[in-house]
């Protein structure tokens, strides 16, 4: 908060004893990156009436800029119709067209006292690290009861923030000019009891993407990661993936990485896969980068060699804390389909790491490897000076033919330059193969 400006305040008239209770909460709000303004909603709950509140905000970290402060939902003026002293629209008589009320025009008598009221009273200063909030009416009106915002907060975004979270508090000024403590009076100027809910302004979004394109073939079970670029923790998500032409049938879906601990569920809708996740024990998507969900589908007979498959999002929500949905945008991808690729339903009989497909590729590739016997397995990517560059399998493997997918990132989520990998096969029972694959971009 910058801007500073000044202006007297009116003195509520508070009593030593409190009467009644109230919330007032700040509306948690998003923000996509960019966005130069944004409005934040002050909301009251209050089963008596409100003769007037006083109160302050800062914004944690100091980043916003409070541009106004404006009467909103109980505390606006009652709408009317802007029509003249005659009542009918299009004579231009005096009143008409100038944005204010005329005695005699038609209104929204919104508390039925039989005149037409006007906003509440609304008085801020900005203090630079926080804002400073009267409002009251000067004819003496109360906020009848309900639960619905009284104001709004105009903040500037700086084009410079992007991708952060920024907390709104309650805040008690103790070295003003005149002490600006937490106030919600009734209509006789009693202090009531109050309860005062901080929120946050969430800017920047949430990115989700499949791999841009990977290859299967028809009837060969493949998995693919849903990744997850988010700076904010998330307590849930929900997606449709979409694949058309539609030869995919999701067969399973598990979280992986951030999301280990989430609960994944499938349903199939309109056509496509609905994919829903949170976590039943209250955990989070801690904020990061990297695979969050696995799918695994099958390719239909119909497909043909060397077919696209466009696989798209739709229907995307992520939630935050309290619910709050924060900006997000899916990334689909392709899935190419080679019709050379076997389904082999037998067991294999020997250890093998095969070459991988597409190769070269980008941005993704996918391994095979058979194990026969139960076995500790583990897969590296090596770049070209023997270094570790990426973990991509490692575990207890049963008897069967496995496919791992390598999306040309390092151990920490970045992605790796263009060049020639290498990727190796180590097993308990002595087994070990390295073959290599070249990342084009």
Do not use: C
């Amino acid at each position: 908060m910058r801007k500073v400006m000044t202006l007297g305040l009116g003195t509520m008239l508070l009593a030593a004893v409190a009467f009644g209770q109230a919330t007032v909460s700040i509306v948690s709000i998003s923000a996509n990156n960019g966005q130069a303004t944004i409005a934040v909603p002050i909301n009251l709950d209050n089963a008596t009436a409100v003769g007037g509140l006083q109160f302050s905000i800062k914004d944690v970290p100091n980043q916003l800029n409070v541009l106004g402060v404006a009467a909103s939902g109980r505390t606006a003026a009652e709408p009317f119709q802007d029509v003249g002293v005659d009542g009918i629209a299009g004579t231009s008589d005096f009143g008409e067209g100038d944005n204010q009320y005329t005695a005699g025009e038609p209104f929204t008598d919104t508390n039925d006292n039989g005149v037409w009221d006007g906003a509440f009273s609304v008085q801020y200063t900005n203090r630079d690290t926080s804002v400073s909030i009267l409002i009251f009416d000067n004819a003496g009106r109360s906020i009848p009861d309900g639960n619905a915002p009284i104001a709004q907060i105009i903040f500037g975004v700086p084009s410079t923030l992007t991708d952060a979270i920024v907390g709104l508090r309650f805040h008690e000024i103790n070295n003003a000019e005149i002490p600006w403590g937490l106030v919600i009076s009734d209509p006789d100027g009693n202090a009531m009891d109050g309860i005062w809910e901080n929120g946050q302004v969430t800017i920047g979004g949430v990115e989700v993407a499949v791999p841009e394109n990977t290859s299967s073939g028809p009837g060969v079970p493949m998995t693919f990661e849903v990744s997850m670029d988010n700076v904010v923790p998330v307590k849930g998500f929900q997606f449709t993936i979409h694949d058309s032409p539609d030869h995919l049938t999701v067969t399973s879906v598990a979280g992986i990485g951030r999301a280990a601990n989430f609960t994944i569920e499938t349903n199939e809708v309109n056509g496509g896969s609905m994919v829903i996740g949170v976590d039943t024990q209250g955990g989070e998507i801690v904020a990061g980068s990297g695979a969050i969900v696995a799918i695994t589908f099958n390719v239909s007979s119909a497909a043909v060699d060397n077919e696209q498959i466009q696989i798209s999002f739709n229907d995307l929500v992520v939630a935050a804390a309290g619910g709050l949905a924060v900006p997000s945008h899916g990334v689909g991808g392709l899935v190419t389909i080679y019709t050379d690729i076997e389904n082999e339903t037998t067991l294999p009989t020997d250890f093998a790491l095969k070459q991988n497909y597409p190769n070269p590729f980008n941005p993704s590739t996918t391994i095979g490897f058979d194990v026969p016997e139960n076995s500790n397995v583990r897969i590296s990517i090596f770049n070209v000076l023997g270094q570790e560059v990426r973990s991509l399998v490692s575990g207890n493997y049963s008897a069967g033919r496995y496919h791992a997918i390598w999306d040309a990132t390092d151990n920490r989520g970045a992605k790796v330059v263009s060049g020639v990998y290498f990727y190796r096969m180590n097993t308990d029972k002595g087994y070990t193969s390295t073959s290599k694959l070249v990342l084009l971009k």
